[in-house]
C-alpha cells in the first residue's frame, strides 16, 4: 500500500486513488525567466521519481507539469534585456529541458505553456464573477477570499497571520487584504491578452487551476510542489478551482518536498544565494545531483555544499562498482520498493542500497541483479559501470584541493562587500583580482554582485 503524507489532513494517509486504473497528478513548472537552480531541481527529482513508482504500480498515470510564461518576473527581463516575450521562454524552456534531461528526469504527459491556456483562464474567471466569488476593481479582477470558508485550511493559516506574512499584498483596491488577483491590466510595453475586463494578463495561481482541469479534470488524485508554493499558491489554487467548478476536491493528497539550503540559509533567487544547475553541470554528472538530491527524505531541508556533491559522487561510484555491467533482469528489490511506497522514504532506499552493495562485493550475484534491477525505478545506476568511469567527471581538474569550493566564493563575495561599505576598495578589488585569477569573474549590479565561471 502507498502511503503518502498529506499536506491537507497533516498526516501520513493510505493512497486511495479516485479511479486506480488512471492515476492523476499534477505538479507546478518553473516560471521560465531565468536558469534553474538546484532548488529548483529538488521537486523535479523528487516528483520524477514519485511518478517513476506510480507507473510501477498502477496501469495508467498522467503526470502534468505546467510552465509559467507569463509572470511579472519575465516582464522585468523582457524590459531589463529588451527582448521579446517568445525568445526569452523559448531559450528558457529549452535551458529547462536540457537540464531535465541531465537529472534524467523522463518527460511529463503534459507540459502546458501557460500562454497557450488564456481562453481558459478566461472562462474560469467569468465564472467566479457570476457566482460572486470574484469582483471586478480599478481594471483588476479579484477574488473575495471571504465566500470560501475554508480558505487558510491547507497551509493551516488564519487570516490574521496570512497578512501579517509578507506574501499578501496590501492595495487599496482589494475588499479584503487577503483577495487575489485573478487578472489584471497591462501596460502597452509588457505582454497582454483581450479579455473582457480590457487587455490585461493572469495572475499566477490561475494558471494552473486552469490547467489542471483542462488536462486532469475537475478533481484529481495528487497536487505536488515545492513547501513554498503551500501558501499563497495552492492555497489560491484550491480557493478558485473549488469555487468555479462547484466541486469538494481538487486534489485528494497534496506533497510538498522541502527546500535546499545554503549555509542553512534556504536558497533562493532573490537571496542570490543560488547555484544553477548548468553551472553545476560542469563539474557534476546530472546523475550524481539526482542522487544528492534523493538522499534526504523530500520533506526536510537539504543542505547543499560542493563537498555534498564530491560524497554523492563517491557514493554512487561505489555502487556502480558493485553493478559492473549488468542488465535489468527482473524485478526491483522488494525493501526498496516498500520504502519507496511509505512516502518516497529515500533515506532508508539508500542504505538498502548500500547493504546490496556491500552483499554483492562479498560475491553476491543476486544481490547486484537487485542492484541493477531497481535502477529504472530511482532514475541512477542505469548505465553500465564501464560507462560510468569512461566519464566520472567532465572535468577531472576541479577535484584537486586547490580549487576554491562555491562557498569560498560566496564568502569572500560578502567579505569583498563589506570591504566596500568600509571604503576599502583596495581589499574589494584585491578580491575581485583574486577570483578572476581563479577562472570566477564578479558582476555588480543594483541588487548586489553575481558570479560566474569563466
Ligand atoms: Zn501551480
Sequence with gaps: MLKIYNTLSKKIEDFIPINKSHIKIYVCGPTVYDKIHIGNARPLVVFDTFVRLLRYKYPKVTYVRNITDVDDKINDRLISEKITLKDLTDKTINDFQKDCTSLNNLYPDYEPRA????????????????????????????????????????????????????????????????????????????????????????????????????????????????????????ENEIAQSRCANNSDSLANYWMHNGYVNINNVKMSKSLKNFVSISELLNRFKGETIRYFLLQSHYRAPLNFSDNSLLEANTSLSSLYRSIENLSINGDPDKEILTNLEDDLNTPKVFSRLHFLSEQANKGSVEAAQLLKNSSSILGFLEKTSDDWFKRSFINENNLSNDKITINQILGLIEKRANAKIKKDFELADKIRKSLDDQGIVLEDNAEGTDWRYK
Design 115 to 234: 500562454t497557450q491556456h488564456i481562453s481558459e483562464m478566461i472562462e474560469m474567471i467569468e465564472n467566479l464573477i457570476l457566482n460572486e466569488f470574484a469582483y471586478l476593481s480599478k481594471g483588476h479582477v479579484l477574488f473575495n477570499i471571504k465566500k470560501f470558508p475554508e480558505y487558510g485550511n491547507l497551509s493551516n493559516r488564519t487570516l490574521d497571520e496570512m497578512i501579517s506574512g509578507s506574501r499578501v499584498e496590501i492595495a487599496d483596491y482589494k475588499i479584503n487584504p487577503g483577495d487575489f488577483v485573478l487578472w489584471k491590466p497591462s501596460e502597452q510595453n509588457i505582454p497582454g491578452w483581450e479579455s473582457p475586463w480590457g487587455r490585461g494578463r493572469p495572475g499566477w495561481h490561475i494558471e494552473c487551476s486552469a490547467m489542471s482541469k483542462k488536462y486532469l479534470g475537475v478533481e484529481f488524485d495528487i497536487h505536488g510542489g515545492g513547501a513554498d508554493l503551500i501558501f499563497p499558491h495552492h
